[in-house]
């Protein structure tokens, strides 16, 4: 059969119709095939950022700013110098603290010796003023022991001497009256006058013995004073050992000024307390900065990490360990492998600043975010570094791992 020239493009239509459900099931089957390999068992978001655990650099101590070692942008190791404040008043307080420290050390030297000297002058004095007491007090009692003594002797020898007297009248009138010799007389004359001697020698002693009492009662006396003295000194002492704890006491609290004015003068150099990349300076030279107030960041550029946000309806089979994929937009068309290290106890609305208070007026489910930490291979870090705060797009596989635990 012939076909007419308007027929016969028709006829061919129809015959590439065929091709049509043949093409959709090779892309039906490649689509399949694509979801099976690649997104079967696990769980995407786009909704993933790059973190980095950066350090705020304050200072300790209010002061004005010196110099500035550390520029935005900069790379610094740890332990390098970042800024230095003006360390002219630290200066000062140490200087003050210290010359007070040394002043209340002298001030405890001189107090030791001379709390060590008085103890010693006093314990002295008191043990010799007590001999010495004990000593007059022994020759008054002997000395009143002979008064008796000789008052005995003074009665016999009074006795004695009226005794003599007597017979001196006596015989002296005999003599007068020529009735006995002038030898009797002589002999009379003679026993009275030893008689009067003897008297006279009693009473001188007893008189320089009742002077030895009243020498030893003034010496009593004195050596009483003399311990009072010395007590009084005594208990001086326990008053300057007090004195001396005071002075101690504001020793250890001048002491402790002075460390803290070293420490302060250490606070105006301050250096970075780990190695990375500056960030965020805010201040220049002959800046007022106060202690607490943000003067610059560090962050380290090869240890940052992907906190990815999943839905709470994509954390169920998220696990410790698991393996990812991680496409940055900074980077089109990279694909960069990590691993599963963490997942929040909470969501992200719980741990904000003024999380929601969903028994409260009208509520409205809203379907929240789990973060989930992902730490990036080292090798990646170094051949393609991110910057904190760059969008990612993240895919757990979710069927590699299912035998660790959910954290």
Sequence with gaps: MVLDEKTAPLSKKK???????????????????????????SVSTDNAYVVADSATISSRI??????????????VEKGAPLLELDPSDYELQKAQAEATLERLRAEIRAMEIEIELTERTSKSNYKAAKAAMEGSREQKKRLQEMINELKEKRRAVQAELELTTKDHLRISNLYEQGVVPKRSKD?????????????????????AALKGISAAQREIERQEAILEKALAEMESVELKREKLAALKAQEKEVKARYELAILNLSYCKIEAPISGQVAQKRIQVGDRVSPGQPLMAIVPLDKVYVEANFKETQI???RKGQEAIIRPDMYPGIRLKGRVVGIRAGTGAAFSLLPPENATGNWIKVVQRVPVRIELEEKDLQERPLRIGTSLHVTVFTKKVTTSERH
């Design 316 to 318: 169920e089979e998220i």
């Design 187 to 207: 002999m009379v004359d003679k026993t009275h006058s030893q008689a009067k001697a003897n008297f006279a020698s009693v009473e001188s002693e007893i008189q």
């Design 15 to 41: 015959s590439k119709l065929w091709l049509i459900p043949l093409i959709l099931a090779l892309l039906i089957s490649s689509g399949a095939l694509y979801w099976y390999l690649f997104l079967y068992g």
């Design 62 to 75: 209010p002061g004005t700013v010196l110099v500035i070692y550390a520029e935005n942008d900069k790379h």
